[in-house]
């Protein structure tokens, strides 16, 4: 089945209240996960990841949060946190916790599930966050700056002011700083929001380009990519330019 914009509306548009979501699988295999949208993990709370938590919104689980846990977890998401209940099926000796808790992204629709790991006294406590990229920023939006974060995580902002996750198909695996596929991939979709002015913002059809923008490429491989900076779209302009 081929997909064009009138088949399916990928992107979630908060006014309209809905959006598609398509699965892949591999029944003989057990496997299920998202057919477009790349997964995402957060573990540091990076200023910018600070501000994506800000604005998430608590909700029971549903089964797209079920797509980003192991099978064998799928309970852990119905189990209240060992803060709220110490005799929870995921609390550990009534005071360690293993739960997810689950809530949702209400710009774009996706779910977010928060891992908790605290041993018993918690002298280790961490929460990681698992979610998808969008496919895309909505009508309206555009692209204004990349942000490199802390611990390599790639963030747009859009000219309205709104923080996203990178648009990112599931085979994309964008990153930088050596030479290798993430950084190609990167390159591959920058050259587009530097071609289309920030407005396409939809990721590629393919991983990334058979021949990526040269300049492009040799940022993205490079050390001066692999700092915490945000770059306008002139900013990326003069990068393309060398």
């Not at 604005?55 to 064998?72: F, G, I, K, Q």
């Not at 190609?184 to 530097?194: E, F, G, H, N």
Request: proline share 6%.
């Amino acid at each position: 089945m081929s997909r064009t914009q009138h088949d399916l509306q990928t992107t979630y548009d908060p006014s309209k209240g809905w959006s598609h979501f398509v699965l892949y699988t591999e029944p003989e295999r057990g496997t299920v996960t998202s057919g477009l949208h790349a997964a995402a993990s957060f573990e540091q709370p990076t200023r910018y990841v600070k501000e994506w938590l800000a604005r998430l919104r608590t909700c029971e689980p549903n089964s797209l949060h079920t797509l980003l846990v192991e099978d064998r977890k799928i309970p852990s998401l119905f189990d209240p946190c060992v803060y709220k209940d110490r005799e929870s099926p995921s609390a550990i000796a009534g005071d360690g916790c293993v739960c997810a808790q689950t809530s949702m992204d209400p710009e774009f629709g996706l779910p977010v599930v928060a891992q908790h790991y605290r041993t018993v006294s918690g002298n280790i406590e961490n929460w990681t966050y698992r979610t998808f990229a969008p496919a895309g920023l909505r009508a309206g939006e555009s692209f204004e700056s990349l942000i490199i974060d802390e611990r390599g995580y790639i963030w747009i902002r859009t000219t309205s002011g709104l923080l996203s996750i990178i648009p990112e198909g599931r085979a994309s695996g964008y990153s930088v700083g050596y030479g290798g596929g993430g950084p190609t991939a990167l390159a591959s979709y920058l050259r587009q929001l530097v071609e289309t002015d920030g407005q396409n913002t939809e990721p590629l059809a393919r991983a990334y380009d058979e021949k990526p923008d040269r300049n492009l490429l040799a940022w993205t491989t490079s050390k001066a990519a692999n700092v915490a900076q945000e770059l306008t779209l002139d900013d990326l302009r003069r990068i393309q330019r060398g």
